[in-house]
């Protein structure tokens, strides 16, 4: 049996991972972000207390847990020292217990800049957090880039301003951006001692038999290679990704989750063929407190897509789904699950399509289950979540095709029952 476990989102983000990843952290020794970069937000309950996490692994309040940001990731650094100064009161975060990868690239004031730019001038924009995520990745892809090895080194990131200023436009950013560049610069200093050769690091703990989970940001449905695209993120968001980050064997794997809402929900642009705009869609919006973690913005919210989880299974093989947030759904007296899609040309379809066009143009043919109105437990087995409850909970893993192994009854550490 391995010894590292992988959790990712298993549809377009926010379903809670955050909070799944501090439960399991309680039973690992390293918990490492494998990709994404501020554009996430993972909230956690900590002592009765709202906390978001943009950049850092969810585990790092599991006293003693050594967290790492590997090469998929970007990071922006000033925010991340931000963050580490935000959760001080919680966990003094020093380079023995926060490894950043050498590789991981950097976010700078400039790819900022131009994400703002391109939102604002796109005449279909994608809808991005505009944290400078896409042309972060871009600039890796075209090898202009700098990584966070080469960012603490003056001479280098030096040699990077000499490069890029070839484009007049960076040229006049630097010059007219003063004050963002120069936050940029000493941010590199404070955070010298943290970077490492994280992916070796990581490597040898797994080897000597430590146990490790792999933390992915948004969601499957985002990747950029099985998403929804173009709305999707920038980087692999399937559980595949964390071996392309980290670099290891996929023996060493014991078990992958995904985590999924009760129902679901979506920031920005893109098709979504359960999305709701009525009265229940407005009930999930406002109890489920659906706004976004990162941006503020109003999440559309529909009900829970078996089609697409099936799919999300079938990119990343889940062992296990964690199914989320099934509290809000407390009250409600129908429940529904899509089965399969109607589309006017290709009729009944059962699998999630390529075609973001055709996945535009489907409605949703649904299950319905019967509501509840018991207070969900807030531990213990899944057996005793109310028989309705347990009915649609076993409904929802018969229509997908594996196990529903946790489920989360409220948003503190302690609201989940499981297998």
């Known amino acids: 049996m391995g010894n590292v476990s992988i959790l990712v989102g298993a549809q377009w983000g926010d379903e809670g991972k955050g909070k799944w990843i501090d439960i399991l952290a309680r039973d690992t020794d390293i918990v490492a972000r494998f990709q994404g ?18 950049q850092i692994p969810s585990g790092i309040f599991q006293p003693g847990k050594i967290s790492a940001l590997c090469s998929g990731v970007v990071v922006n650094p000033s925010q991340l020292l931000a963050e580490i100064k935000k959760v001080a009161n919680h966990v003094v975060l020093t380079p023995e217990r926060l490894w950043l990868s050498a590789r991981a690239h950097v976010i700078s004031p400039w790819h900022i800049h131009l994400d703002g730019k391109r939102e604002a001038e796109a005449a279909n924009p994608i809808g991005t957090t505009k944290r400078g995520i896409g042309p972060t990745y871009a600039e890796k892809a075209n090898r202009t880039g700098i990584r966070l090895g080469d960012y603490v080194n003056d001479h280098k990131r030096k040699d990077w301003y000499e490069q890029l200023s070839e484009n007049p436009a960076f040229r006049e950013h630097r010059d007219t951006h ?4 120069q936050i940029f610069d000493e941010s590199a200093s404070a955070l ?8 070796h690091l990581v490597r040898k703990e797994i080897s000597a038999g430590k146990r490790a989970l792999l933390e992915g940001a948004q969601g499957a449905l985002l990747d950029i ?6 709305y999707v993120t920038s980087s692999e ?15 060493s794997i014991d078990k992958i989750y995904g985590v999924a809402k009760a129902y679901v929900t979506r920031v920005g642009s893109g098709s979504f063929p359960t999305e709701l705009k009525d009265k229940i869609g407005e009930h999930m ?4 407190k659906e706004f976004g973690a ?13 089609v697409a989880l099936r799919y999300s299974g079938d990119i990343s093989g889940y062992d296990g789904l964690i199914l989320n947030k099934m509290d809000i759904l407390t009250g409600l007296d129908e429940i529904k699950v899509c089965v399969a899609y109607d589309h006017p040309k290709h009729g009944r379809i059962e699998t999630f399509p390529w075609d973001h066009d055709i996945l535009a143009e489907c409605k949703p043919i649904y299950k319905s289950f019967k509501g509840w109105t018991e207070t969900l437990p807030s531990g213990g087995k899944i057996s005793a979540l109310p028989a309705n409850a347990r009915a649609y909970v076993d409904g929802v893993e018969e229509i997908i ?8 009854t409220g948003v503190n550490r302690q609201d989940g029952v499981f297998r």
């Open 178 to 181: 003063k004050s963002d560049w």
């Open 401 to 408: 095709g594996y196990p529903v192994s946790m489920v989360g």
């Open 225 to 230: 290679n099985h998403g929804t695209y173009p």
């Open 285 to 288: 919006a406002t109890v489920g």
């Open 37 to 54: 970069g501020n554009n996430a937000g993972h909230t956690l309950y900590v002592e009765g207390q709202k906390v978001v996490l943009h």
């Open 237 to 251: 968001t399937a559980a595949g990704g964390a071996f392309a980050s980290l670099g290891f064997s996929p023996r």
């Open 192 to 199: 010298k001692d943290f970077v490492v050769d994280a992916e």
């Open 294 to 306: 990162t941006t503020g913005r109003a999440r559309r919210c529909g009900w829970l897509d078996a």
